[in-house]
């Protein structure tokens, strides 16, 4: 299981980014994708998840109407539209997947992303 995030940045409080995970080397329908995100100096908290088929999705209340995440099987990848951007979201952000039978886990990388004027 290999997990790529991209799309993460400096940007200004109030705009938007997407970041991407793309997934690899497993079957991308027999995982929940989630986000995590880990502040500076911070634990790694969960950010937003979705399910195997995409129908349910859930988000920490921290984000709940201003972030989406969504899932393209055809393209193996998961995406964490972020819209109204504050400072305290800067962190670094992590994508996830785990098998809805064995349990079976894998991490990305991280990508930065930094909220700031």
């Known amino acids: 299981v290999q997990l790529v995030e991209s799309g993460g940045g400096l940007v200004q409080p109030g705009r938007s980014l997407r970041l991407s995970c793309v997934g690899s080397?497993?079957?991308?329908?027999?995982?929940?994708m989630r986000w995590y995100r880990q502040p500076p100096g911070k634990g790694r908290e969960l950010v937003a998840g979705i399910s195997n088929t995409g129908d349910i999705t859930n988000y920490a209340d921290s984000v709940k109407g201003r972030f989406t995440i969504s899932r393209e099987p055809a393209k193996n990848t998961v995406y964490l539209q972020m819209n109204s951007l504050k400072p305290e979201d800067t962190a670094v952000y992590y994508c996830f997947a785990i098998n809805i039978l064995t349990a079976r886990s894998s991490w990305g990388q991280g990508t930065q992303v930094t909220v700031s004027s």
């Open positions: 080397g497993f079957t991308f329908s027999s995982y929940v």
